[in-house]
């Protein structure tokens, strides 16, 4: 089993499209939760972090469930840019190093 | 402009060769990390090191060494014993604290020919 789960997709959405991405973690050692977000080609970049109380940040929340080791990234109205890869990434205690899952690919769609 | 580069961008290589990747960042990191991406996969570490003169192995250090000599500096050589070296390849650093960012350079693309 791989150590952080989700769904590859891809999710294709029109544009103004709630949509949402899960994932899940099987180490109940990790600490820190991440989503990155992915380019094309690029090195990924840090979305947001996500807390145990839910955190916001304009159109993206992330929910953590830390009895489940599930974690979660809505985006509400989709906009084209959002169009990308997004990572969902677990911090083990002990060596800091960050552990991602493989990826669920959205593309936004006029 | 404080940052991660990567050199080269772009690198090409005959099998049986071993080639060094260059990392370096001015962020003042004491953590340095060196991750693998294959097409459709999520990154995989590589070695990492929390500070200058030690560094660990990651999940997939087998036919990879590296080198923390100054604290700026983690460069990556790809040996001729890595069997599949063709991928695109990423240094990240982070600070201190529990749940710091990661910040990762822009990634070289290694093709052994």
């Known amino acids: 089993r791989k150590e952080v789960e989700q769904d590859p997709g891809p999710f294709n959405v029109p544009e103004g499209a709630t949509v949402a991405f899960n994932c899940t973690y099987s180490?109940?050692?990790?600490?820190?939760f991440f989503w990155y977000r992915q380019d094309c080609r690029k090195e990924p970049k840090l979305l947001m972090s996500v807390y145990s109380s839910g955190n916001e940040d304009g159109r993206f929340t992330a929910q953590l469930n830390r009895a489940s080791q599930y974690i979660s990234l809505l985006i509400r109205d989709s906009k084209l840019s959002d169009s990308a890869t997004y990572l969902c990434v677990v911090e083990t205690t002990g060596r800091r190093a960050l552990t991602f899952g493989s990826g669920t690919r959205l593309q936004v769609q006029p | 402009d404080g940052g991660i580069t990567q050199s080269p961008k772009y690198l090409f290589r005959k099998e049986g060769q071993n080639v060094t990747l260059s990392c370096e960042q001015n962020?003042?990191?004491?953590?340095m990390y060196w991750y693998r991406q294959d097409p459709g996969q999520g990154l995989r570490l590589i070695y990492y090191s929390q500070i200058v003169n030690d560094f660990q192995k990651g999940d997939i250090a087998e036919g990879y060494s590296v080198s923390r000599e100054k604290k700026e500096s983690f460069p990556l050589t790809v040996t001729s014993a890595q069997k599949n070296p063709t991928a695109f390849y990423l240094c990240?650093?982070?600070?201190?604290?529990?749940?710091?960012?990661?910040?990762f350079g822009p990634g070289t693309r290694l093709t052994v020919l």
């Open positions: 180490n109940s050692a990790s600490q820190s």
């Open positions: 962020l003042n990191h004491d953590a």
């Open positions: 990240a650093s982070t600070g201190t604290a529990k749940g710091d960012e990661q910040f």
